[in-house]
Each structure stands twice: as structure tokens, then as C-alpha cells.
């Protein structure tokens, strides 16, 4: 009996399907054939395992952020990787359900070893680079925890926040005081504040 030809997947195609199916907190294999119509094995023609499709969903993230803020932008070194940081923020933000897999990819792809390459070129010690790295993704991967799958507008954010937090004053007078401020904790300010003073140490 004469078989169809194999159909073929736009590999792009194939990391759009993945990234939604990340979105909605329901990646695998099997639902990921389904969703392009292929069988589950058929996949592995593409990439060997889930792992894999999320590193290269990560490094197509790390490419949606403008890196020539980071190579070519003005300013210090400092005030480039702040501009950087900034923008990758916002694409990160928009897809905060898939925050948990990215920070467990393998940030080994062509984007990532160019924002690498580029991080070492303007901080003094590889170990700076990294723990400039592990804030950024730290801070946006707590911010995506907390915004779930559909953030609202950051204001209306720290509005909530700042209406669910209540403390006793006279048990925590320091937490108290400091109510408005921990309330902004997810903010841009915040976190350009956080990645100055890291980036200040260093």
C-alpha cells in the first residue's frame, strides 16, 4: 500500500503552535502534534524533545528585544544594558505564562551566546555578566508569576496589590510604613532601580 507524502512544518510555524500552547500552561509533545496535525513522532524530525522547543522559544524571545540596544546603543555600557533589560522586559511580559519553562531553558542559541558575548564585552568579569542575568530574569519571572496569564495595566497592578496588603501596624510598624513602596515591587521603577544598583557594584 502507497503512503502520502510526509507533510512538513515551518519550523517558525512549529515555535508559534509552541509558544501558545506554553501560553495556555499546556506544552507537550503529544498536544503540540495535535495542534499542527502531525503525529507525536513526527516531531522529533524537528526537535528531539520538549526541552529543546522551549530553548529555541527562548532565544526567539531574547531576538524579539532590540540587542542593538545593547551593542550599539548611546550611552555607558550601564545605561545600555538598562535599556536592554528594559526592552526585553516588555516582551517577556507578554507572555508571563511561559516564564517558568524559559528560565529553565538552555540559553545556548545563536541570540543568547550574542547577548552573552555582548554582556562581556561591557562588564569587567563574566561573573558580573551572569549576575546581571539572574536579576533580570529573576525580577521579570516574579513580576510574571504574580500578573498570571493575562497581566493587567502595571497601575491597576500595584493598585490591587496595594489594596490587599495589610499589616499590623504595631507588629510590623517597618512593613507598615513601607506599604506603598512593596505595593510598587512589580513596577518599571522598581526594577530600573534594582538593575542600577546591581549594575553600580559591579
Excluded: C
Amino acid at each position: 500500500m502507497k503512503t502520502g507524502p510526509r507533510r512538513s512544518v515551518n519550523p517558525e510555524a512549529m515555535l508559534d503552535a509552541a509558544l501558545d500552547l506554553l501560553d495556555a500552561g499546556g506544552l507537550t509533545m503529544r498536544a503540540l502534534a495535535s495542534r499542527l496535525g502531525l503525529t507525536p513522532g513526527a516531531l522529533y524530525t524537528y526537535f528531539p524533545d520538549r526541552a529543546a522547543i522551549v530553548s529555541a522559544l527562548a532565544d526567539r524571545l531574547l531576538g524579539q528585544a532590540d540587542l542593538t540596544l545593547l551593542q550599539d546603543g548611546p550611552g555607558a555600557p550601564d545605561q545600555r544594558i538598562i535599556a536592554f533589560s528594559m526592552n526585553l522586559r516588555e516582551v517577556l511580559m507578554r507572555h508571563p505564562a511561559a516564564m517558568p519553562a524559559i528560565l529553565g531553558a538552555a540559553f545556548t542559541g545563536p541570540v543568547a551566546l550574542r547577548v552573552g558575548e555582548s554582556l562581556y564585552e561591557a562588564l569587567p568579569d563574566p561573573r558580573a555578566a551572569y549576575t546581571v542575568m539572574v536579576y533580570v530574569l529573576g525580577a521579570i519571572a516574579l513580576e510574571a508569576a504574580e500578573a498570571g496569564n493575562a497581566p493587567e495595566p502595571e497601575a491597576e497592578r500595584i493598585a490591587a496589590r496595594r489594596a490587599a496588603f495589610t499589616v499590623d501596624p504595631e507588629a510590623f510598624p517597618r512593613t507598615h510604613a513601607a506599604a506603598d513602596t512593596i505595593a510598587a515591587y512589580i513596577s518599571t521603577e522598581q526594577f530600573r532601580w534594582g538593575l542600577e544598583r546591581v549594575l553600580s557594584a559591579l
